[in-house]
């Protein structure tokens, strides 16, 4: 078990396409709520499940496993809540901390969102100049809810 | 994945515990509605999550995943909806077939039920005489169902 820290921005111009490269990630979920997600994702040929519950609004509790990729396949197409979300990740490691920078396709195509992992809720970091607002604590940005409400329905 | 199709019955009396020997589960749910279940269970010293999708009222898609013993513990602790459902579980081989005797514990304790696992809906066999009403059809005795409403609460 892992304890998660998160904190999520805007991404203001596309200059982490220069300096990283990207992964197609495919994911669903079996349960979301305010408190827990079941989530089932599939990066290059692997397929894994994962279960977060929050323990504040920045940490969560997470348990992530391993399973068969045709399994994941199976789940994501007959069992979880539609439409799937598809991105392309992208792992940029800047001043000691790593970012993940979410490029959205399909339904959430235009979103694009950028997360740091911290120790802890008081860790400080520096942010590469094209990261933008901070969206942490909005919950339209959580990727489960971007399966209820997607990007394209946003009024923007 | 495998899919499961299954009957249950009612236990007219204990003389299935002469004939096989019982090990203690203990089990709970992230998730469990009509179409679907989200399992986390303990079994000995291994730990499972198994995913449950219904194909109809007696088939299922079953995805079930061995994972690390502490992890399960602390997911049925913390996550899982209360109270956890403990049972001793028989297994007893009769005429080609496996029967699965579940006792329950806990705010379950007084509740005996078997199972019969099948290839398909229509296959045959043959039935223990200590096995009484089939309970198949009746959503009281599906264990997610029992996390909710536990059969101490029942009228009966």
């Given at each position: 078990?892992?304890?998660?820290?998160?904190?999520?921005?805007?991404?203001?111009?596309?200059?982490?396409?220069?300096?990283?490269?990207?992964?197609?990630?495919?994911?669903?979920?079996?349960?979301?709520?305010?408190?827990?997600?079941?989530?089932?994702?599939?990066?290059?040929?692997?397929?894994?499940?994962t279960i977060k519950s929050k323990i504040s609004d920045l940490a969560r509790d997470e348990f992530e496993y391993e399973i068969p990729f045709t399994d994941a396949e199976e789940i994501?197409?007959?069992?979880?809540?539609?439409?799937?979300?598809?991105?392309?990740?992208?792992?940029?490691?800047?001043?000691?901390?790593?970012?993940?920078?979410?490029?959205?396709?399909?339904?959430?195509?235009g979103l694009i969102v950028a997360e740091i992992e911290l120790e802890d809720e008081n860790e400080s970091f520096e942010m590469p100049e094209w990261i933008g607002e901070e969206v942490t604590f909005d919950s339209r940005y959580i990727n489960s809810y971007l399966v209820k409400n997607p990007y394209k329905n946003w009024n923007k």
């Open positions: 078990m892992g304890k998660e820290v998160e904190r999520k921005f805007l991404v203001k111009d596309s200059s982490y396409k220069n300096l990283c490269s990207g992964k197609l990630f495919k994911q669903g979920y079996l349960l979301s709520n305010l408190d827990k997600t079941v989530r089932v994702r599939l990066i290059d040929n692997k397929g894994f499940i994501l197409q007959k069992i979880c809540e539609k439409p799937i979300i598809e991105k392309t990740r992208y792992t940029y490691n800047y001043k000691g901390h790593t970012w993940e920078i979410d490029e959205f396709h399909g339904e959430n195509e």
